[in-house]
């Protein structure tokens, strides 16, 4: 099994910046793809960030291109990211997940197997 928690989110001004943590425990000698995936009230999940294990790869949502940026450390099983220019719109609660079968970024809500509880991060206007 594997274990998530987030940390980080918050409320800030639209413009202004967070950063996401997220911790993995348990089954740490496997190697997950991790993917940041974000729910806003009546809205459907999105997948807004992807990395690989060993970081060669990343993926991000054409909405937070150029303003959202992942990575991970994995000698501290962490996953980060980094959020700037935030808008109102970026209002959400964010999860971490992981890809149980694959080290590769598969950005797609099918792949988690895994996921944390769930950060608020609320951005205003």
């Known amino acids: 099994q ?9 409320l800030v001004q639209a413009g202004g910046s967070l950063r996401l943590s997220c911790l993995v425990s348990g089954r ?26 060993t970081s060669t790869s990343t993926y991000y949502a054409p909405s937070v291109k150029g303003r959202f940026t992942v990575s991970r450390d994995n000698a501290k099983n962490t996953v980060f990211l980094q959020m700037n220019s935030l808008k109102p719109e970026d209002t959400a609660v964010y999860y971490c997940a992981a890809d149980g079968g694959s080290s590769l970024v598969r ?15 609320t951005v205003s206007s």
């Open 2 to 10: 594997v274990q998530l928690v987030e940390s980080g989110g918050g």
């Open 28 to 53: 740490t000698d496997s190697r997950y793809g991790m993917g940041w995936v974000r729910q806003a009230p009546g809205k459907e999940r999105e997948v807004v960030a992807g990395i690989s294990w």
């Open 107 to 121: 950005p797609s809500l099918q792949y988690y197997d895994y996921w944390g509880q769930g950060t608020q991060v």
